[in-house]
Nanobody, 128 residues
Framework: QVQLVESGGGLVQAGGSLRLSCAASGRTFSSYAMGWFRQAPGKEREFVSAIIRGGSTTYYADSVKGRFTISRDNAKNTLYLQLNSLKPEDTAVYYC?????????????????????WGQGTQVTVSS
């Protein structure tokens, strides 16, 4: 089992940047594929980005491609999401999630029901 704790959210103006972190407990962080999802008020949770266990492959939603960067440091048991060129429509609660298993396809890593563990979320608010 792994416990996930997000941090780094906050209030930022449009065009600004934030870096989200997700600290994982346990010694098996490197055995999980990791993802970021977000949920805006009144909307369903949506996929943002994912990274496979070794970190060599990453995936992004079209809405954030070129603006957000996912990375992981397996030695520090930490997942990151760098958010640049933020827009008001990026406002949401951002969640990190851990996925067991070996599947590393976009279809698998972009589906929230594939993930086994979730953090509590961190609020990102972008003002116009």
């Amino acid at each position: 089992q792994v416990q996930l704790v997000e941090s780094g959210g906050g209030l930022v103006q449009a065009g600004g940047s934030l870096r989200l972190s997700c600290a994982a407990s346990g010694r098996t962080f490197s055995s999980y594929a990791m993802g970021w999802f977000r949920q805006a008020p009144g909307k369903e949770r949506e996929f943002v980005s994912a990274i496979i266990r070794g970190g060599s492959t990453t995936y992004y939603a079209d809405s954030v491609k070129g603006r957000f960067t996912i990375s992981r440091d397996n030695a520090k048991n930490t997942l990151y999401l760098q958010l640049n060129s933020l827009k008001p429509e990026d406002t949401a609660v951002y969640y990190c999630a851990a996925k067991q298993g070996y599947s590393a396809t976009y279809a698998s890593l972009s589906a929230d029901y594939e993930y086994n563990y979730w953090g509590q979320g961190t609020q990102v608010t972008v003002s116009s």
